[in-house]
């Protein structure tokens, strides 16, 4: 589990675990961004992941220029779900 700076400045999330130009660069499979706009900083530290899945209730949020997939939601009422039918 990762985050952006934005939560990081929160204190939601420790720095280390930080994704972006000034945290951490990962090359996952799968990158779930649930409520990532998509800035160059953040991006820089997750593109090279082999598919993003983006979750934003904004449809003109810059993270769907790089998701494979995207859904137009608010990630408070997908995460849930989502989780729900992994479990299953
Ligand atoms: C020199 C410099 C270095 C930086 N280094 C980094 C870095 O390493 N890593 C990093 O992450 N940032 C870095 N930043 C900051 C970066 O520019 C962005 O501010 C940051 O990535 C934004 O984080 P965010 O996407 O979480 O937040 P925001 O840009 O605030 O975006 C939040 C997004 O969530 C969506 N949203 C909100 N609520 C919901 C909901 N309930 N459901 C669905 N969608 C929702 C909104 O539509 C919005 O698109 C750096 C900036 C500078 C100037």
């Known amino acids: 589990m990762g985050g ?4 990081v400045d929160e ?21 779930l961004a649930a ?3 998509g800035a160059s900083q953040h991006m820089a530290g997750c593109s090279a992941a082999k598919t993003i ?14 998701a494979r997939y995207g859904i137009v939601a608010d ?5 849930p779900e989502l989780i729900k039918a992994i479990k299953a």
């Open 75 to 79: 990630c408070l009422d997908v995460l």
């Open 53 to 66: 899945v983006a979750i934003n209730k904004d449809k003109d949020a810059s993270i769907y220029r790089y």
């Open 4 to 7: 952006s700076r934005a939560i």
């Open 11 to 31: 204190g939601w999330i420790d720095s280390s675990r930080q994704v972006g130009l000034t945290g951490k660069i990962t090359r996952p499979g799968l990158y």
């Open 35 to 37: 409520g990532i706009s």
